[in-house]
């Protein structure tokens, strides 16, 4: 009797190991992570914007240099939708100058003689977190900095986020702004305040910059650049990310982003490293300890890259099976097939090697009538709806609330174009014609019943 027991105990055991919810296994990974409870954290995976893991991340925490991120972001959306390019040449403001001469601070130095490039001064903010860069970038979007600064709170409102205080685009404290801007001492008390952001935000805005211009990586990797280093006025770099190679703290998958170590602002990192295709995000805000810091992040990534992978979904371009053909009203064609926009990857549990997944298709109802026929014309890259993907043996990650998360864009295969109004008619009449012969069987069969 007591083998048997002892044998229903054993079966007992492997059973819960075995049917337990995968996302305990991976989650506990990060439930021994030993870290400061009052420490804002948060870890997402780039592609999709899934949450890996979370800590106090609605706290407000000054920023300082990470601002910058914001501000590069508009940016480059900017270089995205054309409106401005990576040649166009940047002008230097009095404002920018004076900054760019404040070598107490994060600079690269500045003449107003010089043709810089957007690409220039991306560079030096990336890399050097130069703040007279990066009010030249600013005011090359808007000339006002604080017209600008409405423009950084209109774009986060937009991704949906409100823990955030942002008075100016480089995220200078009150001290630095009183040491920079000198020669503008009726300015001093308009800038009193420093940008303070929460975890969320700043993992949101690397998550879109990164999504809009992901070659910052290019800059954001190295050690060591020279700022317009084929001019006499080159300038040696030194990146304060000691994560990247040749860093005091280099971790081999790191390849940026940006660090803010300054006193009143702390210690604060957003860093990203890359294995198996799985991009990861860090970002650790307001630590006392620049070590700890590093360290952290460290813990962060390797308990990441153990806990999860990506599984494969869809290559950009591949058909959507898992919607069915659907009615067109008033095309040429009077079906459609679907296919995806993009490549699409969805996060897992690693030890879930062979996910079992459900597919959802979320149509945008303003391309379908009320009975789901799509309503031509549509164009081949319009996105009428997105594909939802869930691993059914382990509960979904939250995403950031402007994320892709565990869904995708999905389009139709092919153009459909709208009918003319000939055919309109003969479908019409056919239509017609086909509901009174069913009529007519229907009459016809209770007649003789």
């Known amino acids: 009797m007591a083998r048997i027991y002892q044998w229903l105990t054993l079966v007992s055991v492997i059973i819960t190991i075995f049917i337990s919810p995968l996302t305990t296994f991976a989650q506990a990974r990060f439930d021994n992570f030993n870290v400061d409870q009052d420490l804002s954290a948060m870890v997402i995976e780039g592609h999709n914007g899934q949450i890996l893991f979370e800590q106090n991340t609605d706290k407000l925490v000054e920023v300082g240099d990470l601002s910058k991120l914001l501000t590069l972001y508009l940016v480059l959306d900017a270089v995205k939708q054309g409106n401005i390019s990576m040649d166009t040449e940047v002008p230097i403001s009095d404002q920018a100058f004076y900054i760019s001469q404040n070598y107490d601070i994060n600079n690269v130095p500045?003449?107003?003689?010089?043709?810089?490039?957007?690409?220039?001064?991306?560079?030096?903010?990336?890399?050097?977190?130069?703040?007279?860069?990066?009010?030249?970038?600013?005011?090359?979007?808007?000339?006002?900095?604080?017209?600008?600064?409405?423009?950084?709170?209109q774009q986060l409102s937009q991704w949906h986020l409100n823990d955030f205080e942002i008075f100016n685009a480089t995220g200078m404290t009150q001290t630095q702004?009183?040491?920079?801007?000198?020669?503008?001492?009726?300015?001093?008390?308009?800038?009193?305040?420093?940008?303070?952001?929460s975890t969320e935000v700043?993992?949101?805005?690397?998550?879109?910059?990164?999504?809009?211009?992901?070659?910052?990586?290019?800059?954001?990797?190295?050690?060591?650049?020279?700022?317009?280093?084929?001019?006499?006025?080159?300038?040696?770099?030194?990146?304060?990310?000691?994560?990247?190679?040749?860093?005091?703290?280099?971790?081999?998958?790191?390849?940026?982003?940006?660090?803010?170590?300054?006193?009143?602002?702390?210690?604060?990192?957003?860093?990203?490293?890359?294995?198996?295709?799985?991009?990861?995000?860090?970002?650790?805000?307001?630590?006392e300890d620049p070590v700890a810091m590093y360290q952290d992040m460290i813990d962060l990534f390797n308990q990441s890259f153990s806990a999860y992978r990506l599984e494969a979904i869809a290559k950009a371009g591949d058909p959507a099976d898992h919607i069915n053909q659907t009615r067109v009203q008033g095309g040429v064609e009077t079906t459609t097939a679907f296919k995806y926009v993009q490549d699409f990857n969805l996060v897992v549990p690693i030890i879930d090697t062979a996910p079992q997944l459900s597919y959802e298709f979320l149509p945008d109802y303003q391309y379908f009538n009320p009975a789901g026929f799509l309503v031509a014309p549509v164009n081949h890259k319009t996105v009428v709806g997105q594909m939802q993907v869930k691993a059914q043996k382990s509960e979904p990650l939250a995403s950031l609330p402007s994320a892709k998360g565990n869904a995708t864009d999905i389009v139709v295969a092919e153009d459909i174009e709208e009918a003319s109004a000939w055919i309109k008619f003969w479908r019409s009449l056919k239509a017609g014609f086909d509901d009174l012969m069913r009529e007519l069987r229907a009459f016809f069969i209770n007649l003789f019943n």
């Open 110 to 153: 500045l003449r107003q003689d010089y043709p810089y490039k957007v690409e220039d001064l991306i560079q030096a903010v990336v890399i050097q977190s130069a703040n007279g860069a990066t009010l030249a970038l600013a005011q090359l979007i808007e000339p006002d900095e604080g017209k600008f600064v409405e423009l950084m709170r």
């Open 177 to 197: 702004i009183n040491d920079s801007y000198a020669p503008y001492t009726d300015d001093r008390e308009k800038n009193k305040e420093v940008n303070r952001m």
């Open 202 to 287: 700043v993992a949101t805005i690397v998550y879109h910059l990164m999504d809009v211009y992901p070659d910052i990586l290019n800059y954001s990797q190295k050690d060591v650049d020279v700022f317009v280093k084929d001019s006499d006025d080159a300038f040696d770099m030194n990146n304060a990310n000691l994560l990247v190679s040749g860093g005091e703290y280099n971790y081999d998958l790191a390849d940026g982003l940006m660090v803010d170590d300054s006193h009143e602002a702390q210690a604060s990192i957003v860093a990203t490293a890359e294995k198996d295709g799985l991009r990861v995000i860090g970002i650790s805000l307001g630590q």
